[in-house]
């Protein structure tokens, strides 16, 4: 796994906040594979707060978001 990742998107539901992060396998250059892991507030708060400031610092760390 060569480690690369994007933050997709930050989904705003009824129940609070996921952090949806795609992980991409790659292999000369091409994606081969790509593995989604979608975070929810809701269920751990802190770690939810980690994520974001590890993964999207710059959105979490912007005056414009809610995070």
């Known amino acids: 796994m060569s480690g690369e990742y ?3 998107k930050i989904n705003h539901r009824a129940n609070g906040r996921t ?3 795609g ?3 790659q292999k ?3 994606v081969c594979h790509s593995h989604v892991i979608e975070i929810f507030e809701s269920l751990n708060p802190e770690y939810f707060r980690q994520c974001i400031m590890k993964y999207a610092p ?3 760390l912007s005056h ?3 995070f």
């Open 58 to 60: 710059n959105q979490a």
């Open 28 to 30: 000369d250059r091409k």
């Open 6 to 8: 994007e933050v997709m």
């Open 19 to 21: 952090l949806v992060i």
């Open 64 to 66: 414009d978001k809610p």
């Open 23 to 25: 992980i991409l396998d």
